[in-house]
């Protein structure tokens, strides 16, 4: 059965507290300075009051210090914080480079408390002030996402201004996810504050303890899906999502920046960690050392499904190519995809690439008249169409035309960059207030690939599987790979009962069962981890051999995702790629 709350026990000598007032008791007796850091999506007046009032009924004076009201004016702030390459975008921006002392121009200098009292500091930057404690209170992003698309949510360091999606994605993230990223060696406890009523808190040492754990060890993100315009209705039917959302269209499986691990003993008492920091605090042992050295601690793939069952057509657009994406936009890598097909309705089809007798100039005309005037296009007239057939990969490199059309669940089997879809066309549909789409067709129209066509397109991005090695009741299969794109695509076909190894060769590698009931996968350490239909899981490079055992009445297919070795160092780590021996684990673990 699907997993919608897949979670981790802590290490032994963790200690979790639930609730305000076993939170409150987590701290020290007599004066002290607490300072909590955060993101500004935390409703950061109500902790302050919930810790006062319970410090408060033990007889503790409490002082408090808002950091956002010291930050610099909101002029400054967007000028130290707006790149100029992207000043003038209405979309997107550059990812800010800021440290976010630079959201300050001067720091508070309160007294120290003395006697039974605390000075609780509070707030983005809270760490700046000399403490004595340090504790991060944390929302998972679709919480800020979901508020700053209510008009509710606000931007870091404009907590006067209504709150703008483009200045969230590209500025304040990468600001606290660096600044987060520099606390967490230090922390002496981090609260899950989801619930405001329920918070939990883990203590430093616990989570440091319990993350080091799970970098060494399969471990699963906990999925949720999104609404919007084109979402379909098959997670809500057969996963258990949100029944009473509009749709489900984005499911985030494993999407890095935004993705979190739950650690606790049961659903009453857990904190939802950030996945980032597995590679954070643990980058070889999670990624590989090759992997590392080319992406740091950058967690390079994503899976997520798009769901259009009974939903509508994705728009047509492409990714930033490689120096665009990385001048433009200031990621250090870019956007391929590939869609893997996991169920497909009658005369479902995907869109990928330029027709052979497509006339760009026309293309520009089209979208552009569709974008100005409203005038419906066909899309199908420039971009080929093929049958939408379950079990098929679409290669999809940055800069090729594509779409998922209606009726289709596709896995997203990507590069992590997901917040660039250079829009075409997207069938002169409104949003969810009714307004039009946005439509950033000039970066499409500056990034389309013009050069693969054709039989092209159908020969390098609709590959057949190749057997790469085959055992008694399985096989594995190479879907997809192309030499501009840095990830590959693997498939297990397991019989009934069939039983399979691998083996990580120090790169990290990703699985999700798109066929049958079930897998067990195993581990040389003794770990065992189920991995049921639809579910998502990574396996540490640490993890090294491994076995996948198929559960169930009936066969079993099981997605592979990992990073190609790097050409001009080869695999990097001196341990043999089982695709290249067929014979390299028969033997088992």
């Not at 500091?121 to 996402?145: I, N, T």
């Not at 509508?312 to 870019?334: D, K």
């Not at 995907?350 to 569709?370: C, H, I, N, Q, S």
Request: charged content about 25%; overall charge negative.
């Amino acid at each position: 059965m699907y997993r919608l709350d897949p979670r981790y026990a802590p290490e032994p000598g963790a200690v979790l507290a639930t609730g305000w007032r076993d939170v409150a008791a987590q701290l020290p007796p007599g004066p002290a300075t607490l300072a909590v850091e955060g993101p500004p999506t935390v409703d950061w007046d109500g902790l302050a009051a919930r810790l006062t009032e319970e410090l408060s009924a033990c007889g503790t004076t409490v002082r408090t210090l808002d950091l956002r009201a010291h930050h610099a004016p909101p002029a400054t702030v967007r000028r130290r914080t707006e790149s100029a390459v992207t000043a003038d975008d209405p979309y997107y921006a550059k990812l800010a480079e800021t440290p976010l002392r630079d959201f300050f121009d001067g720091l508070p200098r309160p007294e120290r408390p003395n006697g039974h009292e605390l000075l609780l500091v509070h707030g983005p930057g809270a760490s700046f002030v000399p403490h004595d404690v340090l504790w991060y209170a944390d929302l998972p992003k679709r919480h800020a996402e979901a508020a700053v698309a209510a008009g509710s949510g606000r931007n870091l360091g404009l907590p006067y201004e209504e709150a703008r999606l483009r200045r969230l994605f590209y500025i304040d993230w990468p600001v606290l996810d660096r600044h987060r990223d520099a606390l967490v060696p230090r922390l002496d406890g981090w609260l899950d504050v989801q619930d405001r009523d329920r918070p939990t808190y883990i203590d430093g040492a616990g989570l440091r303890a319990t993350l080091a754990g799970l970098a060494r060890r399969p471990v699963r993100t906990r999925p949720y899906f999104n609404s919007t315009p084109w979402g379909g209705h098959w997670a809500q039917r057969h996963l258990g999502f949100d029944p009473g959302a509009r749709n489900t269209a984005l499911g985030y499986e494993l999407i890095a920046p935004e993705s979190g691990v739950l650690i606790g003993a049961h659903s009453g008492q857990q904190a939802e960690i950030p996945f980032a920091l597995l590679c954070v605090l643990h980058p070889g042992e999670f990624l590989g050392p090759e992997v590392t050295a080319r992406f740091g601690t950058s967690f390079p793939i994503r899976f997520d499904y798009l769901d259009t069952v009974d939903g509508g057509n994705l728009s047509v657009h492409c990714h930033p190519r490689a120096r665009y994406m990385r001048e433009r936009f200031g990621w250090p890598y870019t956007q391929h995809e590939t869609y893997y097909v996991t169920l497909a309705g009658p005369c479902a089809r995907v869109f990928l690439g330029l027709r052979e007798d497509a006339d760009p100039a026309l293309f520009r005309k089209e979208v552009e008249e569709a974008a100005h005037d409203g005038t419906p296009m066909a899309p199908e007239d420039h971009v080929l169409t093929f049958p939408a057939v379950q079990g098929r990969l679409f290669m999809i490199p940055a800069g090729t035309p594509h779409a998922s059309g209606a009726g289709n669940v596709v896995l997203e089997i990507s590069a992590t960059p997901y917040l660039y879809s250079l829009r075409f066309y997207d069938w002169l549909r409104p949003d969810a207030d009714g307004r039009p789409r946005q439509l950033p067709y000039e970066h499409g129209l500056a990034n389309l690939e013009t050069e693969r066509r054709g039989d092209a397109v159908a020969r390098d991005l609709v590959q057949e599987p190749r057997t790469l090695r085959a055992g008694a009741g399985w096989r594995e299969e190479l879907l997809g790979a192309l030499d501009e794109m840095f990830y590959e695509v693997r498939r297990y076909a397991l019989d009934r009962n069939a039983v399979a190894d691998d083996d990580t060769a120090g790169r990290f590698h990703v699985l999700n069962v798109v066929e049958g009931e079930a897998v067990m996968l195993h581990t040389a350490a003794g770990e065992r981890h189920l991995l049921s239909r639809a579910e998502t899981l990574t396996v540490p490079a640490a993890v090294g051999p491994y076995r996948l055992a198929a559960v169930g009445e009936s066969p079993v297919a099981v997605v592979k995702a990992l990073v190609r070795p790097d050409p001009s160092t080869g695999t990097g780590t001196g341990t043999p790629d089982p695709s290249a021996d067929p014979d390299h684990l028969r033997g088992g673990t």
